[in-house]
């Protein structure tokens, strides 16, 4: 258990509707990263967070956007969906946001029909 | 830009078999770090070792062994007398350290199957 949680476990929606998925990072981490997996594209960064601000961004389609809040805890919020958006979302956290090892959450795992 | 290569896509060994998955890396920066994450058929990113570009030394840890060498770009894994348990999706990935975050560059991966 690498102590960084996320919610839902699997989602099922239909396409044009909008989620938001929850990750809650290790205790006493201040820095909280997005990736994607999916079949075609692999494993990619999605966009990184700070003790509430963005510090870096990936390859985040304008669909998507995230936040951090106060409590450190973050949301992805993913709209307008498509087919292709299906896939699994991972959060990962550190303390500091550099040099660090990622550890990561169990996933979200997403499924537009 | 920084890029990850993992050109064995599935390898299949039988138990008790030593494998080794292969990765090479990309980058112009002379700081950066190297990582290898496992997949299982349960889904979460397990992390099993990182190194940074200064220290070539290679490392062990019980059945699984690392192997980095700046001068190919290298950072292969080695798993010795495999277990059905090590059946999973590996990863190798990169992060650089002049990124104005820390993000990860992660390679296709590489799915092993051991069989019993």
């Known amino acids: 258990d690498s102590g960084v949680t996320q919610t839902p476990k699997h989602l099922i929606t239909a396409t044009g509707q909008r989620v938001t998925l929850r990750c809650s990072p290790r205790?006493?981490?201040?820095?909280v990263y997005w990736y994607q997996q999916s079949l075609d594209q692999g494993l990619q960064f999605l966009i990184q967070?700070?003790?509430?601000?963005?510090?870096a961004k990936g390859n985040i389609l304008e669909r998507f956007s995230a936040q951090q809040f106060p409590d450190l805890h973050s949301e992805l919020n993913l709209s307008s969906l498509e087919l292709g958006d299906s896939a699994l979302y991972f959060c990962?956290?550190?303390?500091?946001?550099?040099?660090?090892?990622?550890?990561f959450g169990p996933g979200t795992r997403l499924l537009v029909l | 830009a920084q890029k990850v290569t993992q050109a064995q896509t599935e390898i299949s060994v039988v138990e008790k078999e030593d494998v080794t998955l292969d990765c090479v890396y990309e980058?112009?920066?002379?700081?950066?770090?190297l990582f290898w994450y496992k997949q299982p058929p349960s889904g979460e990113l397990v992390f099993l070792i990182r190194r940074n570009s200064f220290d070539e030394q290679n490392e062990i840890s019980g059945r699984y062994s690392w192997n980095f060498q700046k001068s190919t770009s290298s950072f292969n894994f080695t798993i010795t007398a495999s277990q059905v348990v090590d059946s999973a999706v590996y990863f190798c990935?990169?992060?650089?350290?002049?990124?104005?975050?820390?993000?990860?560059?992660f390679g296709g991966g590489t799915r092993l199957m051991v069989k019993p």
């Open positions: 205790s006493g981490d201040l820095s």
């Open positions: 990935a990169l992060s650089e350290a002049d990124n104005a975050g820390n993000m990860l560059t």
């Open positions: 980058t112009r920066d002379t700081t950066y770090y």
């Open positions: 990962a956290s550190t303390r500091t946001g550099e040099r660090e090892t990622q550890y």
């Open positions: 967070y700070y003790n509430g601000e963005e510090r």
